[in-house]
């Protein structure tokens, strides 16, 4: 009995041991692997921009909209993977945009609400990057029209927290390798307009569409369990298809569903970007991509595990004087949640982005 308890403690040790390695990005190197080493990825744009359907990288949507003065290209996102996965970029140099949105937390940080550089509390959590090219409003209150635009915000603000920006741009100049790619790209040297320039097309190749439910929705009958088939048409008859719709599993409009409205100074979300009332306490409904890893929900990160955020969806949200009309209590038994549950499980995503460039 002794033995057997000192082994199952070794392999809980090695289990947290690995669970808190896959927490950082594995820097790639330029030296040959081993059979235990992660060999470097070879950063491929996901679709080609010169094709006649434009920059499609999920085939069963529309084209991307990209901004004629940020075109995709190759270089481009190559330069900005290297900054999104760059510490330098941080105010404090103590984080960079992956900090906040690593792959074993389904592209978020696991935590209630953000915390930013310089230890900066910050009030929402953060969402997943999953498909984020294709969002037309950016941020939970959508206050941002464009990806160049979040991307400025978020590392001026306080996420990443380069209030100062002059000098962190200057910490990227002085390298030279930064120099060169940012003079291939831009024709000049790194500033404040070509940075989140950069960073907008490497976030433009962060895709999912290859999960098992794609694989199913593609034909594959083998890609998902019955559960799962069943749990689909569970989703289905709960009108969750309402506001989590399309391929992008998100019908990007704000609804108010109740979550902290019961605060005595709550979080008036989209009103602040519309001035609206009835925007009051709305906020983006987020995709459902990668759900079962990026607990806690919401927009204030208060529901923790997904059972409870399924359940009060399923309940009809929480009841205030400016909750979406349009959710209503849907009733599925027990299997049927269960089922629902089991669905929700099949829009995980594999990922390598857990592994990051070498930098310069």
Not at 88 to 99: I, V
Not at 289 to 302: C, L, T
Not at 323 to 341: G, I, N, V
Request: proline content about 5%.
């Amino acid at each position: 009995m002794i033995r057997l308890e000192l082994i199952s403690r070794l392999l809980l040790a090695l289990m947290v041991f690995a669970v808190a390695a896959c927490s950082q990005p594995q820097e790639a190197t330029n030296e040959a692997a081993t059979d235990t080493e992660v060999q470097p990825v070879v950063f491929v744009l996901p679709d080609d921009p010169g094709d006649d359907d434009g920059y499609s990288p999920i085939k069963t949507y529309e084209p991307m909209n990209i901004p004629d003065d940020n075109p995709i290209t190759l270089k481009g996102a190559r330069l900005g993977r290297l900054l999104y996965y760059d510490n330098r970029l941080s105010g404090d140099g103590s984080r960079s945009c992956y900090h906040c949105h690593v792959v074993d937390k389904g592209l978020t940080d696991g935590l209630p609400q953000a915390i930013g550089a310089h230890n900066k509390q910050l009030t929402r959590s953060s969402p997943t990057m999953w498909n984020v090219g294709y969002l037309a409003e950016l941020y939970w209150d959508g206050r941002a029209k464009s990806l160049e635009k979040q991307a400025r915000a978020a590392w001026t603000g306080g996420n990443m927290g380069a209030k100062n920006f002059d000098s962190v741009i200057a910490v990227i100049n002085s390298i030279d390798a930064y120099r060169t790619q940012f003079q291939a790209v831009y024709s000049e040297d790194a500033n404040v307009t070509n940075i989140p320039k950069a960073l907008a097309t490497y976030m433009r190749t962060i895709i999912s569409d290859d999960t098992p439910w794609d694989r199913w929705q593609r034909g594959d009958e083998s890609a998902v369990s019955d559960g799962a088939k069943r749990g689909y048409n569970a989703f289905t008859k709960a009108q969750c298809a309402t506001c989590h719709s399309g391929v992008l599993l998100t019908d990007q409009q704000f609804h108010n569903v109740g979550i902290g409205m019961d605060a005595e100074k709550y979080d008036v979300g989209r009103f602040k970007v519309t001035k609206l009332d009835q925007n009051r306490g709305a906020f983006k409904t987020p995709t459902l991509r990668d759900i079962v890893k990026s607990a806690p929900y919401f927009h204030n990160g208060s529901v923790v595990t997904l059972v409870e955020a399924v359940k009060l969806m399923l309940a009809g949200g929480i009841d205030n004087e400016f909750k979406d009309d349009a959710l209503k209590p849907q009733d599925l038994s027990e299997q049927e949640l269960a089922d629902l549950l089991e669905f929700l499980g099949t829009l995980s995503q594999d990922s390598n982005l857990g592994q990051a460039p070498a930098l310069p």
